[in-house]
Nanobody, 125 residues
């Protein structure tokens, strides 16, 4: 069974930073687009960022562009999300997701093959 495991979620003050990491040891990591989504309770899953498996091209939602950075280490099979200048509206459960060899439409959650269990990020005012 494929498992993606996220860690790094925490409580942080407005303006602070957090670094989320996702480990994916059970997949051919260097053939998967990796992405981060987030979900506020009762709302739809929202795309945050994605990174291409080979070119490392990145895509971001407008709400996080310039504040968040996604990166990956194919040798370690890990993807990270560096979150800076955090705002209360960034509060959500953050999920790591993997999509086999696809780069188009990365912002649509239903195109992903595997998901992590989520990690809570809370930004206090």
């Amino acid at each position: 069974q494929v498992q993606l495991t996220e860690f790094g979620g925490d409580l942080v003050q407005t303006g602070g930073s957090l670094r989320l990491t996702c480990a994916a040891p059970g997949i051919s990591f260097d053939t998967y687009t990796m992405a981060w989504f987030r979900q506020i309770s009762g709302k739809e899953c929202e795309f945050v960022a994605a990174i291409n498996w080979a070119t490392f091209e990145q895509s971001y939602s407008n709400s996080v562009k310039g504040r968040f950075t996604i990166s990956r280490d194919n040798a370690k099979k890990m993807v990270t999300l560096q979150m800076n200048s955090l705002k209360p509206e960034d509060t959500a459960v953050y999920y790591c997701a993997a999509q086999k060899s696809q780069w188009g439409d990365v912002e649509y959650w239903n195109g992903y093959d595997f998901w992590g269990q989520g990690t809570q990020v809370t930004v206090s005012t």
